[in-house]
């Protein structure tokens, strides 16, 4: 973490909050690096059908037309990011040709809800 462009040593815990101690003055800046990595939030009764996160955003599908089941992707057992491909600055993805963005960015049909098959 910086402030003001300088370095600052700082306890950071995840999943938790970060205390800054200082008297603050108009034009202060932070800077923050958080790390994100993908994960799967399973529902509940069906432990195939997931949303896919990119830290702590919801990533869409963006869908052609009006589906009637859920969409299919296929991911690695091991690492689920080795089958996602993309630009993490643009925060766009692609899972086999199919593009994925964040839902507060999505217009449109969109499936937030896909049936992951891990190998």
Do not use: C
């Amino acid at each position: 973490m910086k402030i003001n462009g300088k370095e600052q040593k700082v306890q950071a815990t995840p999943g938790s909050y970060l205390k800054i101690n200082r008297s603050w003055k108009d034009g202060d800046v932070i800077e923050l690096k958080m790390p994100f990595q993908f994960h799967l939030d399973p529902v509940m009764d069906q432990q195939n059908i997931a949303s896919l996160f990119y830290g702590p955003i919801l990533l869409a599908a963006q869908e052609p037309g009006a589906r009637k089941d859920w969409r299919k992707i296929t991911l690695d057992a091991d690492d689920i990011s080795k089958s996602i491909k993309g630009d993490p600055q643009q925060l766009e993805f692609k899972i086999d040709d199919v593009l994925f963005k964040p839902f507060y960015k999505t217009y449109g049909r969109h499936s937030v809800y896909l049936d992951v098959k891990l190998q």
